[in-house]
């Protein structure tokens, strides 16, 4: 019999360039590059926002991007806006602290408490989910458990997706592939974190689904944790 689920269902999505990056350059909003969308990706990427109970993206992304994570282009609910956070060091007038969707802020036993008081005063939900940095399995447990959270996307950027994928909370993974290349050895990729030393640490992807949307190829993977790249057939 399968375990029953105490975490979300874990949509990984992403707009990334043919050489893998997902910005200009280090410390570049990523809105640069989204204005390159073709609009049917843009209604797909909101659509997917409609379909899912929550949306986190990592605090460095909302200090450079200061992403709304809304539905806009499409009718539906915005689902709840999630940011691990550890210290709740994220500006105040940050646009996911202002109305339009719920907004829960996850810190860590680090982080001070004028800082979490504040948050709050914005309308926004605190969880303290870890002692040093946010806990992200303790999160996703938090969200299925006390949020009701079933399935979560998560929209970046490099840190908190190579943290998501280390410990195996991303079950699937949404490309949209724009068609340039911006060049630059530390500019941000896909995933970031560390290297790995063999092909036996490789983060095995199933290849489910590609399609044209609009002028954009989409790619879409299953994440299958464990699989040895030994075992894929070429
Ligand atoms: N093209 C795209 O689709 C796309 C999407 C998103 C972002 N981006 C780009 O990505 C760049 C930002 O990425 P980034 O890698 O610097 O930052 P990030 O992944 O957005 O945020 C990382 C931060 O999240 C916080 N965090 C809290 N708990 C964590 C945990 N357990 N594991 C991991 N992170 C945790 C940490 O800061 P604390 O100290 O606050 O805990 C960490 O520094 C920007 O240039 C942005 O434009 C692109």
């Known amino acids: 019999m399968q375990e029953p689920k105490t975490r979300p269902h874990v949509l990984m999505m992403s707009e990334i360039t043919a050489d893998g990056k997902l910005t200009l350059k280090r410390g570049a909003s990523s809105k640069i590059l989204m ?13 997917t926002r409609a379909d899912y109970d929550a949306i986190m993206v990592g605090s460095n992304t909302i200090k450079i991007d200061n992403s709304f994570l809304t539905v806009r282009l499409v009718p539906g609910k915005s689902p709840l806006r999630v940011i691990p956070n550890s210290r709740a060091d994220i500006p105040l007038d940050a646009n996911v602290l202002k109305p339009g969707a719920p907004t829960l802020i996850a810190v860590s036993g680090e ?5 979490i008081a504040a948050i709050r005063s914005r309308g926004a939900e605190v969880v303290v989910a870890g002692e040093r940095e946010v806990d992200l399995p303790l999160l996703m ?20 997706n190579w943290y998501m994928l280390q410990h195996r909370l991303v079950d699937e993974i949404r490309l949209i592939h724009l068609p340039f290349i911006v060049g630059g050895a530390d500019t941000p990729s896909l995933v970031g974190g560390m290297h790995i030393d063999s092909e036996d640490e490789m983060i095995v992807l199933r290849l489910k689904k590609h399609y044209l949307c609009g002028s954009n190829l989409v790619t879409e993977y299953d994440v299958l944790y464990g699989e040895k790249v030994h075992g894929i057939s070429r």
């Open 35 to 47: 204005k390159y969308m073709a609009p049917e990706t843009e209604v797909l990427l909101h659509n």
């Open 111 to 115: 982080a001070p408490p004028d800082r």
């Open 141 to 160: 447990q938090i969200l299925h458990d006390r949020f009701g959270v079933k399935k979560l996307m998560i929209e970046g950027g490099p840190t908190l």
